[in-house]
């Protein structure tokens, strides 16, 4: 069925059919029309959650909020959204869950004896400084629980307002318990505005990453993800400007398109670059066994081939010309300690 509503400020424009459904349910919506945020109440009873993947170079996140509102339209996040029983297209950025009591499930969980410290990320699924964090301070009182036990975190964002903590990352930085990665996809404000319609600007980021390092935070930036065939010739420019501004190490994954992220990309090239959409979907497949995806470890964030090749050629001269090939976010838990605050509560 094709589609012709035109969504204000949004990512996708559609909304895909669950992949665990039979039926798609259709409304009918004027043109041009802005659809409203709605929140829910998330309830989940841990906030801590384990990944083993080998690709990763931590284990453990907290993700305040499900779905983003950020919109990116090549977020691999999007199909979790179906697990609840909803669309990975326009109700990923418009039905955001909220998880009221993770401030608290966090000082919960590191206060338990079973708790051995390490570097917790935030952002490892969705964005946890999307716009409604400005209001909620979610992550802000994470952070404080993490000062308050002196675990490092490592931060990925989008968002400047990342910015409005640094006090918080200040204090945890002087026990080399922090540090950030601003993702950055693109320089080009066009090319943001639809791609990524309600994230920072490309430049604030830059900026973000300068104010972050001129207080003395490991700041760095994240090329997430590397669209072949669209922004992979930015790759040098991004990493120039963001050593520039005080980035001291830099990593790049390559798009991922699981499960409805294909569909709502391939959509996204029509409307935005017909002309170049075979040239980016030949690119993918030819980094992907011939297919748009393949979840396999090591393979995943990379990609393999000639092309994939190149990727990761072009991104090691840059790093090298900028003076951080190699470089890594080395946090310590030398500093770590438990919270007294909750035993005190028993007298």
Same mark, same amino acid.
């Given at each position: 069925? /094709?589609?012709?509503?035109?969504?204000?400020?949004?990512?996708?424009?559609?909304?895909?059919?669950?992949?665990?459904?039979?039926?798609? %349910?259709? #409304?009918?919506?004027? /043109?041009?029309?802005?659809? &409203?945020?709605? #929140?829910?109440?998330?309830? $989940?009873?841990?906030?801590?959650?384990?990944? $083993?993947?080998?690709?990763?170079? %931590?284990?453990?996140?907290?993700?305040?909020?499900?779905?983003?509102?950020?919109?990116?339209?090549?977020?691999?996040? +999007?199909?979790?959204?179906?697990?609840?029983?909803?669309?990975?297209?326009?109700?990923?950025?418009?039905? @955001? #869950?909220?998880?009221?009591?993770?401030?608290?499930?966090?000082?919960?969980?590191?206060?338990?004896?079973?708790?051995?410290?390490?570097?917790?990320?935030?952002?490892?699924?969705?964005?946890?400084?999307?716009?409604?964090?400005?209001?909620?301070?979610?992550?802000?009182?994470?952070?404080?629980?993490?000062?308050? #036990?002196?675990?490092?975190?490592?931060?990925?964002?989008?968002?400047?307002?990342?910015?409005?903590?640094?006090?918080?990352?200040?204090?945890?930085?002087?026990?080399?318990?922090? *540090?950030?990665?601003?993702?950055?996809?693109?320089?080009?404000?066009?090319?943001?505005?639809? !791609?990524?319609? +309600?994230? $920072? &600007?490309?430049?604030?980021?830059?900026?973000?990453?300068?104010?972050?390092?001129?207080?003395?935070?490991?700041?760095?930036? !994240?090329?997430?993800?590397?669209?072949?065939?669209?922004?992979?010739?930015?790759?040098?420019?991004?990493?120039?400007?963001?050593?520039?501004?005080?980035?001291?190490?830099?990593?790049? @994954? !390559?798009?991922?398109?699981?499960?409805?992220?294909?569909?709502?990309?391939?959509?996204?090239?029509?409307?935005?670059?017909?002309? +170049?959409?075979?040239?980016?979907?030949?690119?993918?497949?030819? !980094?992907?066994? *011939?297919?748009?995806?393949?979840?396999?470890?090591?393979? +995943?964030?990379?990609?393999? *081939?000639?092309?994939?090749?190149?990727?990761?050629?072009?991104?090691?001269?840059?790093?090298?010309?900028?003076?951080?090939?190699?470089?890594?976010?080395?946090?310590?838990?030398?500093?770590?300690?438990? $919270?007294?605050?909750?035993?005190?509560?028993?007298?």
């Amino acid at each position: 069925m /094709q589609h012709n509503k035109k969504y204000s400020g949004r990512g996708v424009q559609h909304n895909p059919v669950n992949r665990f459904e039979n039926i798609d %349910i259709v #409304f009918e919506q004027p /043109q041009d029309q802005t659809i &409203r945020t709605h #929140f829910y109440k998330d309830v $989940s009873k841990s906030i801590i959650s384990y990944n $083993s993947s080998p690709d990763l170079p %931590i284990n453990t996140f907290i993700n305040p909020y499900r779905g983003c509102e950020h919109g990116c339209i090549y977020c691999y996040a +999007r199909p979790n959204h179906e697990y609840l029983g909803l669309s990975a297209g326009i109700d990923f950025e418009t039905k @955001i #869950f909220v998880k009221e009591n993770a401030p608290y499930l966090l000082e919960k969980e590191l206060s338990a004896s079973k708790w051995k410290a390490q570097t917790i990320g935030i952002s490892g699924v969705t964005d946890a400084y999307q716009p409604v964090e400005k209001k909620l301070e979610l992550t802000r009182s994470c952070l404080q629980v993490l000062a308050k #036990f002196r675990n490092p975190v490592a931060i990925v964002t989008k968002n400047q307002l990342v910015t409005r903590d640094i006090d918080i990352l200040k204090e945890l930085a002087s026990y080399n318990a922090a *540090g950030v990665v601003l993702s950055i996809t693109t320089l080009d404000n066009s090319l943001a505005k639809i !791609m990524e319609p +309600r994230t $920072s &600007r490309p430049q604030l980021r830059l900026d973000t990453i300068k104010h972050l390092a001129d207080n003395g935070i490991p700041v760095g930036v !994240m090329i997430g993800p590397v669209i072949p065939g669209l922004t992979d010739q930015e790759i040098p420019a991004i990493i120039a400007e963001s050593v520039k501004a005080g980035a001291k190490i830099a990593r790049y @994954i !390559m798009l991922r398109l699981p499960h409805t992220t294909k569909e709502i990309f391939e959509r996204w090239l029509d409307t935005n670059f017909p002309e +170049r959409k075979n040239k980016v979907l030949n690119r993918i497949k030819s !980094m992907r066994a *011939g297919k748009l995806y393949d979840s396999k470890f090591y393979k +995943r964030d990379k990609g393999e *081939g000639f092309f994939a090749d190149q990727v990761e050629n072009l991104f090691n001269m840059a790093c090298r010309k900028s003076g951080i090939f190699g470089n890594k976010l080395n946090l310590s838990t030398n500093s770590f300690r438990k $919270s007294q605050s909750r035993q005190l509560e028993l007298f």
